[in-house]
């Protein structure tokens, strides 16, 4: 069977997900578990705070508070679904803090890909054989058979935006970066 990596969703108790990711990681190596349990991760954000005495602060704050994201390794049952080793799922479910995975009747249901990176969990960088000012094509379906000028390149968010002309008039497209490609 074909091994590959999805992220799956723990509920934890409120104000426990840094203790329950610290276990979760001393649990993986103190077993030997690497090639189970990937990675854990909390999504955070850095936000500024504006305290009593009038001072800025740089604060880190929980995305989404009570849940922790884990990337498993899974092996593809017969019908093409992800399914996690019973140790792994066994070390998880079994840390103090942990109420279970999201999913339907507490099953572990994989994100999907487009969730990963809505969440930020994993940033994906796109190489691109253009750069602003060239003449591209543009494979999205929404603008298939156009081309434009690149205006500007945002590798951040994995976005490129495009001066097209569309019907007389020069427009300006976002699109994400690997569905433009570059015109020799």
Known sequence: MERTARWYVIHTYSGYENKVAANI???????????????????????????????RKAVERKLYPGYVLVKMAVENDGDGHPVISDEAWFVVRNIRGVTGFVGPESKPAPLEESEVVALGVEVRRVEVGYTVGDLVSIVDPLFEGFTGRVAEILPEQNLVKVAVSMFGKETTAELDMDLVEPID
């Open 25 to 55: 990681a001393k649990v993986v190596e103190n077993r030997g578990m690497q090639e189970e349990i990937l990675e854990v991760t909390i999504p955070t954000e850095t936000v500024e705070e504006v305290q009593e005495n009038g001072k």
